[in-house]
């Protein structure tokens, strides 16, 4: 008896000691789309600072921004920044602000399943709303087949494809769309999850792109890491200044320097449609969201030492996993808003 | 535990003569009062439970509840970005799914655990058991592979033109066919439920005692005669018992049917076009839902779906009654 009195009084002096000498550990929570770099740069980091483990958990940017405003955890993650209504409910609850920090950047694309139709569509933005409004029905109409002459397109049906779930990619989707038409701004509008005018729900980027593969005549977006990945066909979108741009990295971080000229203190900023030659038109930041204070003085220490390393060292990451990197003004500009943490 | 066997003996003696406490101290001692005061416990931590679960989902959803009134189920609009909540196409799929699953299940499962019980041969019957509750283990999004891989295609490339050209002037079989949809998901849910159906089925149908076979054979019926007229009936109240797990399962699948119903919140009387349940929507829909109306929209569908899945319980049971009465004369003895 004494024995086990013994053993378990050594084990339970092991796991204090452990614990005093230990592992700072900070909790953050959100977007799903830049989950594969935050397990990537938390890893890293950790690597390189034993005493600090960052946990994430990728639950949605929904639920980021609600967890960081009650408070659980200590950071948040979304795809798209906090509206207006957040930030106030976030400064009444609190007393103080919350700061955005754009980590990297991500596109979406248009994804199409036609039978005997092999090359890149052109799509302009008008096709696309058409298209998602449910006003543009076949595929042979005049406002696809435009950009698209000498491809032999069918008078078929469209079968359109959308996000079930509520995501990022949806909100990137919609902002673009209703940016660039009237009519989808004011039926529709931008969110994460929205009333569709047409089209089948797929849940999360396999399911839309299941749908699309099996369905002849569909169409569909899904992120662009997910296109390259699995080595879909995706097709050219107009941008800003009329030209057709094939989605990729470098054409998401042209958009992203097109709109760092005018990016505003609070880096909520979106930019889809943004201008500029090179532009892919379907860009977005994603945001880490951060408390403008943070009591606990090695937590706060913690993250700061985080944020910079995450944008010198940790954009060096990015590109491996099909993130597009931040462009430097707008990583000069973010370094300055660090020292905001207080 | 112990701290509820200390207050009953502290009220025990109060309630009754000392005397009273010694035996109370007795069957305490052997054990009894403990095993009853445990799974007293239990049983009631049952009742608790369900009552939490309904409080608390009465109080999530007060916004919806204010905002909406009862036009929370009679409109079908559902539009996150301008706060308009309507779950009737929730609804709509969940029972049209849940329907058209046990139209298919009901009679093929049955059918199967009377072959299984009373006229396969044992060894026959024990070996196929065992792979129906295999099949009854089987996570659901192995399932919704199933529908999304398999039943789609088939769907869209031969079972839906194969309807529509042979009974495409029902309402039932008209419109395009995309592969997803109600009858898809239905479908998908028979394949899930039919297993539940066959197993608890079986057991029933084995449990009869040999009385009632033999009286009947002896009275000179023939073996289907005996199983269709004594047996079945005897078993009707464990059968239905059966149908009601299976609709319970069809009515609160979530992932198999979110793969394969087509996401779109949408009435209509054809079982080709895509719909939505109230388990997928909520699925995919809560993770992201941001502003308090919108998420306690989905908690309000949360509680639709349990008062669906109350009623619908209920009915049953009453159906029960109602026909174990009219039967009696060969029911139950």
């Not at chain 1, 220490?301 to 954009?315: E, N, P, T, V």
């Not at chain 2, 792979?131 to 869209?156: C, E, K, N, Q, T």
């Not at chain 2, 809560?286 to 949360?302: H, N, R, V, W």
Request: net charge positive; glycine share 10%.
């Amino acid at each position: 008896m004494k024995r086990i009195a013994a053993i378990f009084l050594v084990v339970l002096g092991l796991a204090v000691a452990l614990r005093a000498q230990s592992i700072l550990s900070i909790n953050g929570a959100g977007a799903t789309f830049p989950y594969p770099m935050y397990s990537k740069w938390f890893d890293e980091y950790h690597k390189q600072h034993a005493n600090l483990q960052i946990n994430y958990q990728s639950i949605g940017s929904g639920g980021g921004i609600k967890q960081v405003t009650e408070g659980t955890v200590d950071f948040g993650a979304s795809d798209g920044p906090m509206n207006d209504e957040q930030l106030k409910g976030f400064q009444d609850k609190h007393g103080f602000g919350i700061l955005h920090f754009p980590t990297v950047l991500g596109a979406v694309v248009p994804t199409y399943n036609i039978p005997k139709v092999t090359s890149t569509l052109k799509f302009t933005p008008e096709a696309l709303a058409g298209i998602y409004l449910g006003k543009i029905t076949k595929w042979n109409d005049p406002v696809i087949t435009g950009p698209n002459k000498g491809i032999n397109l069918p008078a078929d049906d469209i079968v359109v494809v959308h996000r079930a779930d509520g995501s990022g990619t949806t909100y990137c989707w919609t902002d673009y769309l209703s940016k660039i038409s009237d009519e989808w701004k004011n039926k529709v509008g931008k969110g994460t999850s929205v009333n569709w005018p047409v089209g089948l729900g797929g849940k999360g980027n396999e399911g839309v792109m299941g749908v699309v593969k099996q369905t002849p005549n569909s169409i569909g977006y899904v992120e662009l890491i997910y296109a390259i990945q699995n080595n879909t066909p995706f097709g050219d979108v107009r941008n800003s200044s009329g030209e057709f741009v094939t989605a990729s990295l470098a054409g998401v971080s042209a958009a992203a320097a097109g709109a760092a000229k005018n990016m505003p203190d609070d880096f909520r900023v979106s930019i889809t449609n943004a201008p500029g030659k090179a532009a892919y038109p379907i860009s977005t930041f994603t945001w880490l969201l951060v408390p403008e204070k943070i009591s606990d003085a090695a937590k706060r220490d913690a993250i700061k030492g985080f944020l910079k390393w995450m944008m010198s060292d940790g954009q060096n990451y990015a590109e491996g996993l099909a993130y597009a990197k931040l462009p430097s003004p707008v990583v000069a500009k973010e370094t300055k808003a660090i020292a905001k943490i207080q | 535990m112990n701290r509820l066997v200390a207050t009953t003996t502290t009220t025990a003696p109060s309630a009754g003569p000392v005397a009273g406490s010694r035996t109370f101290l007795s069957r305490l001692n052997k054990g009894d009062e403990i095993a009853r005061l445990i799974t007293l416990l239990f049983a009631v931590s049952v009742v608790l439970v369900t009552l939490l679960l309904v409080f608390e989902l009465w109080q999530g959803s007060a916004l919806p509840r204010h905002k909406f009134g009862f036009n929370f189920f009679r409109t079908s609009v559902w539009d996150p970005i301008f706060d308009q909540f309507g779950a009737l196409p929730f609804i709509y799929g969940t029972l049209v799914t849940a329907a058209v699953s046990l139209l298919i299940a009901v009679p093929l499962g049955i059918g199967a655990a009377i072959f299984l019980a009373e006229l396969a041969p044992a060894r026959v019957s024990d070996t196929l058991e065992f792979f129906i509750d295999l099949l009854a283990a089987v996570p659901s999004v192995i399932y919704g592979l199933l529908g999304v891989f398999i039943v789609i295609p088939l769907m869209r490339e031969y079972i839906q033109p194969g309807l529509k050209n042979s009974l495409g002037f029902l309402p039932f079989f008209q419109g395009p066919a995309y592969g997803v949809g109600f009858l898809t998901a239905g479908i998908v849910l028979a394949i899930m439920v039919i297993p539940y159906i066959i197993s608890v089925s079986r057991e029933v149908l084995l449990s009869v005692p040999r009385d009632q076979r033999e009286a009947a054979l002896a009275l000179g019926s023939t073996r289907w005669e005996a199983t269709w007229k004594v047996v079945v009936p005897f078993a009707r109240a464990g059968i239905f018992g059966s149908i009601f797990l299976a609709l319970a399962r069809a009515l609160g699948e979530t992932m198999a049917v979110t793969m394969v119903i087509g996401n779109t919140p949408a009435i209509s009387a054809s079982l080709f076009s895509p719909g939505y349940s109230i388990a997928a929507v909520i699925a995919n829909e809560f993770t992201e839902a941001t502003g308090d109306l919108y998420l306690q929209s989905l908690i309000e569908l949360g509680l639709v779906l349990f008062l669906l899945t109350f009623i619908l319980n209920g009915l049953a049971r009453l159906l029960i009654v109602a026909t174990s009465q009219k039967g009696s004369g060969t029911g139950r003895a």
